[in-house]
């Protein structure tokens, strides 16, 4: 069985970069036609995607926080990240990482890890 599992602090300061990991088992992320993104939930807000990565190692970034964002990846540890840079209150959400099949042609997002809120505060 798939799982999917996000770690990383809880507060972050205004001005920090965010760290997050996501600790996949019973996949691997290099598998081919699974791609592993990243998706958060502000408070009383809809679902925000925020980038994915393949399983070949290409990126892609939501526009709205390109220039804040990279998602990177250890295959030896299962594991992909996201940093987000120059937090403000606004990134205050609930972070989820997802397994997507199919990305390129007809993307379900099958496998969601149970998420973990951050909050920006100083």
């Known amino acids: 069985q798939v799982q999917l599992q996000e770690s990383g602090p809880g507060l972050v300061k205004p001005s920090q970069t965010l760290s997050l990991t996501c600790t996949v088992s019973g996949a691997s992320i290099t598998s081919l036609s699974y791609a592993w993104t990243w998706i958060r939930q502000p408070p009383g807000k809809g679902p925000e995607w925020m980038g994915v990565?393949?399983?070949?190692?290409?990126?892609y970034y939501s526009p709205s926080h390109k220039s804040r964002t990279s998602i990177s990846r250890d295959t030896s540890k299962n594991q992909f990240s996201l940093q987000l840079s120059s937090m403000t209150p606004e990134d205050t959400a609930v972070y989820y990482c997802v397994r997507i099949q199919g990305l390129y042609y007809n993307p379900m997002y099958d496998y969601w890890g149970q998420g973990t809120q951050v909050t920006v505060s100083s």
């Open positions: 990565i393949d399983w070949n190692g290409s990126t």
